[in-house]
């Protein structure tokens, strides 16, 4: 089952998704990990006068975040923690950026997510699957409490190259 949903404290919002990717790739000197997540924008099953008609499309993204996989097989019974949406880190310059590794798109604002587990297991298709939990901060604007979320999915596709991407 490929489903986001988010614990608003007034409902529960059901996304589908339309389309997800996951890599593994050799960023700089070390491996990183690349998760896309996109929802339909797919709304019949939601009551007319619910607070998700105003958000009807989202889109969960990781990005650079570092970790000690190389291969697929690795990822399989693995489960990743990151506990915050950013990090400062170092340059070759001994200069600090901020790196945000995860993020909520949704009508084209981000809004950080935090708190997240993630466990990899394979099906019994041999298909990577994802039990993604975090929270993110209320996008309705309803309450300045985070929500907490929950997504399964399948990578039906998923790729593990190295790749630089300097």
Excluded: R
Excluded at 93 to 111: A, I, M, P, Q
Aim: aromatic letters at 12%; one cysteine or more.
């Amino acid at each position: 089952m490929k489903t986001i949903k988010f614990f608003h404290p007034e409902e529960t919002f059901n996304y589908k998704i339309e389309k997800s990717l996951c890599k593994v790739v050799y960023q700089g000197d070390k491996q990183v990990l690349l998760i896309e997540i996109h929802s339909t924008d797919e709304l019949e099953h939601v009551e007319d006068d619910s607070i998700q008609n105003e958000f009807p499309q989202l889109s969960l993204f990781i990005d650079d975040f570092p970790l000690d996989v190389e291969s697929a097989e690795e990822l399989n019974g693995k489960t990743i923690e990151i506990p915050y949406g950013f990090a400062e880190e170092e340059d070759e310059d001994g200069e600090l950026h901020e790196v945000y590794y995860t993020s909520l798109n949704v009508s084209e604002e981000d809004y950080e997510v935090v708190g997240n587990k993630l466990t990899f297991s394979i099906n019994e298709k041999g298909v990577l699957s994802l039990n993604w939990k975090g929270q993110v901060q209320d996008f309705t604007e309803e309450t300045s409490d985070d929500i907490p979320f929950e997504i399964n999915c399948t990578f039906e596709e998923f790729e593990f190259k190295e790749e630089d991407y300097d």
